[in-house]
């Protein structure tokens, strides 16, 4: 059944998928980083949200890639999967069992860091094997958790994928963590929201289709565009933190 919200709230939700749809195909990545902060303030619970966003990532991400499989660099997606999904499968065991607040705070916490370096102009990188290792064990865990990994591990991939085959080779890695994040959600019995998630999909479809569009543009002004969306994600994620019933 579809989610209890009033007129106003349904609007807003509306719009947040649109942006996380424009997100995740003008980036390749960042659709979860940047809309669940948001999605948080229409209800505090991620396992509402977090399903949904993972029914439109299997979706969006699988019809991007039904004619780009050949794009994709298979062999250091399977060399760097090693190092992620271990990691992404305690996280997901980690949101189910976790107190609402703890996760709340770790979500807001990411993207606000995500949000300072980018608003600053800073980027996560190295040059270094036991660098790109952790950060891919980091991210996993993050993206285990709540789906915001992204960052982390674009930072190595965009050392050791080729720019031309990097959205689809990540777009392939999202398919298969996100595989996993709603089996698990399937053995656990937690619920999918699966018509919220369907009655969204034309919505996020409309920023999806502009993303597609701005993709160049994006890359083409990455630092600036990162910028303005990293001071906005560090405002909202502040807020949110805020925002918070943090115990006396």
């Known amino acids: 059944m579809l989610l209890d919200f009033s007129l106003f709230q349904t609007l807003i939700v509306g719009l947040i998928f649109v942006w ?5 195909t003008g980036l390749g990545f960042g659709g979860a980083a940047l809309g669940l902060p948001l999605m948080l303030f229409i209800d505090h619970d991620p396992l509402l949200w977090l399903p949904i966003i993972g029914t439109h990532l299997l979706f969006f991400s699988g019809l991007t890639l039904s004619k780009r499989l050949h794009n994709v660099d298979w062999a250091y997606l399977r060399s760097s999967s090693l190092y992620i999904i271990p990691p992404a499968i305690v996280g997901v065991f980690g949101l189910v069992n976790l107190p609402t607040l703890w996760v709340n705070i770790f979500i807001y916490s990411i993207s606000l860091f995500y ?3 980018w608003m600053l102009n800073r980027t996560i990188a190295s040059n270094q094997s036991w660098a790109d290792k952790l950060l ?3 991210g996993g865990y993050v993206a285990g958790t709540s789906l915001t990994g992204a960052p982390l591990m674009v930072a190595v991939y965009m050392r050791n994928v080729a720019k031309a085959k990097l959205r689809d080779t990540l777009f392939v890695l999202w398919f298969v963590l996100v595989t996993i994040k709603m ?3 399937i053995a656990l019995s937690v ?5 919220t998630a369907l009655a969204l999909i034309p919505v996020a479809a409309i920023g999806h289709v502009l993303g597609l569009k701005a993709h160049d543009a994006i890359m083409r002004n990455d630092r600036l565009f990162k ?3 990293g001071g906005g994600l560090a405002i909202v994620s502040f807020l949110g933190l805020l925002s918070l019933d943090w115990p006396n």
């Open 227 to 229: 910028r303005w969306i």
């Open 183 to 185: 089996s698990t959600f």
């Open 191 to 195: 619920e999918l929201h699966f018509v």
């Open 115 to 117: 949000g300072i370096i």
């Open 20 to 24: 996380t749809g424009f997100v995740r």
């Open 136 to 138: 891919l064990i980091l």
